[in-house]
């Protein structure tokens, strides 16, 4: 897969060690800056990012600042982008599994290297489950969500 990430000056000192992880779990990643720790305004990357998804330049994405919650925000008011903020290995899987996230966001300033180092990989190996026999509850959720952003 394909992996976008985009970052302000707060997510900047974890970007380098997200884009090793995903080449690591033998992804090609896909770096939208930003470049150094100059502040910067969250938005206009993860407007970056989000567009890179939507025409279909990558297939998921990395957001990264400071909390994770500005990137988060701003990430889902854009049409067919889905991102959470994680944390632990747990919801960066079950948020693909069952939610259909495309999105992670982290909190350059709350986790460090060696989360990142799990979260990633566990956001990349997961898949939708919501197609598979008994498992059709987690497209019908979806499908509502999806409903939802169409008005």
């Given amino acids: 897969m394909r992996i976008a990430v985009a970052c302000d000056h707060g997510g900047f000192p974890l970007k380098k060690t997200v884009i090793e992880s995903i080449r690591a779990a033998g992804h090609e990643a896909l770096d939208l800056g930003t470049d150094s720790l100059e502040s ?6 993860v407007e970056k990012l989000g567009q890179a998804i939507q025409r279909g330049e990558a297939e998921r994405g990395v957001l990264l600042c400071g909390s994770g919650i500005g990137v988060a925000i701003a990430a889902n008011k854009m049409k067919g982008i889905y991102a959470a903020i994680c944390h632990n290995t747990y919801a960066a899987r079950q948020g693909v599994e069952h939610d259909g996230m495309n999105v992670l966001c982290l909190g350059g300033r709350v986790i460090g290297p060696e989360i990142a180092k799990e979260l990633v990989p566990a956001f990349l190996e997961a898949e939708f489950i919501g197609n598979k026999p008994g498992q059709e ?8 969500v999806q409903a939802i952003e169409r008005g």
């Fill in 40 to 45: 910067v305004d969250y938005p206009d990357f």
């Fill in 137 to 144: 509850r987690h497209a019908r959720r979806v499908g509502k």
